[in-house]
């Protein structure tokens, strides 16, 4: 059965400002995205601030759309540059590249109105560009992938950056903070802290925030320490460290160091680093078309044939295996 969000219509009788958002989406859109972004708006509706916010889920491809889960949405027409909202979310996923969610953004930046792009469709803006004269962002892990596949000088690790109107974003699970933000242009600063209470975050930072760059950033859950060790595995990949000098800039002994890793992620810390390496590949071959003895240096193993014998240990698929089955998937 489809899921259909709720999608309440401006009532002419009811008082306050009304904002509209269009969220668009592709097949294989990211639902973690697209859920977000309701569940904020409807969280903000809620609060009765007199700002009444409204929304309509769209597409070039109408009807019922699948999520890159299957999870369905029925989405309403989004016919070339008409009928634009007050604000337009293009969401991320495996076929964001497609549509012409491109045409609409231009349209609305023509207006000056925002266009938020999340993750997946800021990384195809970017690359889509051929002259980026502003600050972009997308997601962390496809940043790493554009810092080897070009010259993207202007790309940061901030949660959104704007360009002319346009805002290019990390999305993923960071897409309910951004726009929550984004709100609270409109909402008071008491309405806007009910809201981050109701979506059970602290705060709302700015767009200028820094994303964290994997498991290296959670200090809560990690410690200080060993979360640094993370972050110092996860800043070195291309010329892996020493498990001795890594211990030695966390501040810890070997042997304390391989303590934590066993007890708070059952691992070794030689075992964890191979993974962090062998992810970062695997976005690589999947994302790029670098050949694959580049990306092994890149993500620091000596040859092609060392990385695919590691990667199809820990992945069981070689990566010509994954990267055909991806170009399987982009393929319609």
């Given amino acids: 059965m489809p899921v259909r969000p709720q999608k309440p219509a401006p009532a002419p009788d009811r008082p306050g400002k009304v904002q509209s958002f269009e969220i ?24 009765e601030t007199g700002v009444h916010f409204t929304w309509q889920v769209a597409s070039d491809l109408p009807g ?20 634009l909202k007050d604000y337009l979310f293009v969401t991320g996923g495996r076929n964001c590249r497609g549509g012409n969610w491109m045409q609409r953004a231009r349209a609305m930046q023509k207006l000056r109105r925002p266009v938020f792009l999340l993750s997946d469709a800021a990384t195809a803006y970017i690359r889509s560009s051929a002259r980026l004269s502003g600050p972009v962002t ?50 008071s600063p008491q309405d806007c802290a009910e809201l981050t209470s109701a979506m059970t975050l602290e705060t709302a930072r700015g767009f200028s925030g820094e994303q964290p760059k994997g498991a290296g950033g959670n200090f809560n859950f990690l410690g200080g320490k060993l979360a640094k060790a993370v972050a ?20 810890l002994s070997v042997r304390h160091l391989e303590r934590l890793f066993l007890t708070h992620l059952d691992t070794t810390p030689a075992r964890h680093y191979r993974r962090v390496r062998l992810k970062l590949a695997g976005k690589l071959i999947a994302d790029t078309s670098l050949p694959v003895v580049d990306i092994a240096l890149a993500c620091g193993f000596p040859s092609s044939a060392s990385l695919a014998k590691a990667y199809r240990h820990e992945f069981g698929v070689t990566p010509h295996q994954l990267r055909n089955s991806k170009k399987g998937g982009r393929a319609g």
């Fill in 64 to 83: 019922l759309v699948s999520s890159s889960s299957e999870i369905l949405v029925r989405a309403e027409p989004a016919i070339g540059d008409q009928y």
């Fill in 24 to 47: 668009y989406v592709r097949p294989g859109f990211s639902h973690l995205e697209l859920s977000s972004v309701i569940a904020v708006l409807q969280a903000a509706s809620a609060l």
């Fill in 138 to 187: 997308t997601h962390w892990q496809d940043a790493r992938a554009l810092a080897e596949t070009g010259d993207y000088p202007t790309v940061s690790n901030r949660l959104a950056e704007e360009n002319a109107g346009i805002f290019t974003c990390a999305g993923h699970a960071h897409t309910a903070e951004i726009v929550i933000r984004l709100l609270s242009g409109v909402l």
């Fill in 232 to 251: 110092i595995m996860e800043e070195s990949v291309e010329t892996p460290l020493p498990t001795a000098v890594i211990a030695e800039r966390a501040g």
